[in-house]
């Protein structure tokens, strides 16, 4: 196992629909992030974990729901979507605190489509 | 608040010249700053990055960038185009909100990279 890694890579869904976005890290780092990242738009931070707190909420629709469950695993449940919530959905993680710089490990994505 | 400006949404450059791809930062502290590539249907990979240490950075696959804090630059360069350059860049400064590194990018280069 290495880097990140997102799961699925690429999901159709309904509007009416539940489904959920799993991103997983083996490089020890203590905090995970979700992106959005639509067509001819700039990234969209949506979410951040710092040691399993949420610690940033960039005013995202309550329709996307985050759940951290420990310093390896960021998830990301989805509920009664958009179409317009179609996009690339990015994890990230990196090391916080002493040593750190905030350089991002990114996934390859999950590639969201929502009907 | 942190901004990142990248010039020019697309620069195309023929293979074997010279790539330049600008990036200028607002920061009201010293800065940590980042090169990101993105290939089609695949997360950002860290290019290089500077962390207040030397001002030339050199980082992966021949690119290197310079920080010049007159005139709050971080362009990256590569001396020798290849075709496999092709690719979104994305130039970044990160920011402590709170515990946590709080990234901010640029909208990103498109590198057009002609035989």
């Known amino acids: 196992e290495t880097g990140v890694t997102q799961t699925p890579r690429h999901l159709v869904m309904g509007m009416t629909n539940k489904k959920s976005l799993k991103c997983e890290q083996h490089?020890?780092?203590?905090?995970m992030y979700w992106y959005k990242q639509s067509a001819k738009k700039p990234l969209e931070l949506m979410f951040v974990?710092?040691?399993?707190?949420?610690?940033e909420n960039n005013s995202v629709p309550s329709r996307f729901s985050p759940e951290c469950p420990n310093s390896s695993h960021l998830f990301l449940h989805l509920h009664t979507l958009q179409p317009e919530d179609s996009a690339l959905y990015l994890c990230?993680?990196?090391?916080?605190?002493?040593?750190?710089?905030?350089?991002?490990?990114f996934g390859e994505g999950s590639r969201l489509t929502v009907l | 608040a942190q901004s990142v400006t990248q010039l020019g949404s697309h620069v195309s450059v023929s293979e074997g010249a010279l790539v330049l791809l600008r990036c200028n930062y607002s920061?009201?502290?010293?800065?940590?700053l980042f090169w990101y590539v993105q290939y089609p249907n695949q997360g950002l990979q860290l290019l290089l990055k500077?962390?207040?240490?030397?001002?030339l950075v050199k980082g992966i696959n021949g690119f290197e960038a310079e920080f010049k804090k007159s005139e709050t630059s971080f362009h990256l360069t590569k001396p020798s185009a290849h075709m496999s350059d092709a690719a979104e860049y994305f130039c970044?400064?990160?920011?402590?909100?709170?515990?946590?590194?709080?990234?901010?990018f640029g909208r990103g280069t498109s590198l057009i990279v002609h035989p």
């Open positions: 990230a993680s990196t090391k916080s605190g002493t040593g750190g710089f905030g350089e991002l490990f």
């Open positions: 490089l020890g780092h203590n905090a």
């Open positions: 974990y710092n040691f399993k707190e949420q610690t």
């Open positions: 920061s009201s502290v010293p800065p940590y």
């Open positions: 500077y962390t207040s240490a030397a001002t």
């Open positions: 970044a400064v990160s920011d402590r909100s709170g515990g946590s590194y709080i990234p901010t």
